[in-house]
């Protein structure tokens, strides 16, 4: 199974949740009114697109149908609206470090250790050498899965004792990284320590450190972001993205609810990308955000139709 059809496969809930009803507002001869837009409205809201997003969907969506005269196709506008947004939160990779470090930061719970694990991978598939930092001292169960991930992959995991001074394991690592020529650094952070403000000096400290020791870095901070959330993983990014200079996002979990609209609410309302998605069980099951293919994944038959 290809990237792209496991991607479908992994937002069958969300698309489940959506497209009966979709095909119940877009019924053929169904002008473009007020009474299909609020029915609409509460389809949007259901996949978790959110009301601020919501609204913008409809708006567009208007206009594009006064632009397109009575016999405007609702259908086919709302999803090319919906790759057009998408697009808002694709981005470019940063110019890269040597070598180049991205600090993994979230919460505990999120599916941060295990995509880290699988980003080490897909970077391997792209011919990059990769080395793990396990920074996560806190919880020995974070330390133990990612050298579970690393011996899967073959990638050098460097740890320290636990509870032990993440920052010291991290420059560590990117000693280490910098004496064997290893082109990425991928370096897990605490998800929880005994508050919010703890936690997020911890990040800070981390930071500060590596940079001393290597200009730029981290040059990239990925906040792993848990997709059956919802709009409550919107707080989450929000507050990260303040105290830890978030760069860039991976969501996760995306197979696992009926949700996946949350990432329109994303690329509406948050000022940083999507990076990368992650999905299943499988070492393999991650890849790079794509707007239009995330699209089709998420609207269904007619998406592909159109694309």
Request: glycine residues 10%; proline residues 3%; without cysteine.
């Amino acid at each position: 199974m290809g990237l792209f059809d496991k991607l479908k496969q992994a937002l069958t809930k969300t698309r489940e949740a959506i497209t009966d009803k979709l095909a119940a507002v877009f019924k053929p001869g169904r002008k473009l009114d007020k009474v299909l837009l609020q029915e609409l409205e509460d389809v949007l809201l259901s996949a978790d697109v959110g009301l601020e997003t919501t609204e913008h969907l409809i708006a567009q969506l208007q206009e594009a149908g006064r632009k397109a005269g009575p016999e405007a196709d609702a259908d086919s506008l709302l999803r090319q609206e919906v790759v057009k947004l998408l697009k808002e939160a694709e981005g470019t990779p940063p110019p890269p470090g040597n070598p180049h470090v991205v600090l993994i930061v979230g919460v505990n719970g999120t599916g941060k250790t295990t995509s880290i694990g699988k980003l080490g991978k897909y970077l391997t598939t792209q011919g990059k050498s990769v080395m793990f930092a396990a920074a996560d001292t806190f919880r020995a169960a974070a330390v133990d899965q990612l050298q579970i991930w690393g011996q899967r992959s073959n990638i050098t995991v460097i740890a320290g004792e636990s509870n032990g001074d993440s920052a010291a394991v991290a420059v560590d690592a990117l000693q280490a990284a910098q004496s064997r020529g290893v082109e990425v650094l991928l370096v897990d952070t605490a998800g929880r320590l005994h508050n919010k403000s703890n936690l997020m000096q911890e990040l800070e400290k981390v930071s500060r450190v590596l940079n001393k020791r290597s200009s730029g870095a981290p040059h990239e901070v990925l906040l792993v972001l848990d997709a059956t959330t919802g709009q409550n993983g919107l707080n989450q990014a929000r507050e990260f993205t303040r105290t830890a200079g978030v760069t860039g996002l991976i969501l996760t979990k995306i197979d696992g609810t009926a949700k996946g609209g949350v990432a329109l609410a994303i690329a509406r309302t948050m000022s940083i990308p999507i990076r990368y998605v992650g999905f299943g069980e499988a070492l393999d099951d991650f890849d790079v955000f794509d707007a239009e293919k995330f699209a089709q994944s998420l609207l269904g038959e007619r998406a592909e139709a159109t694309a």
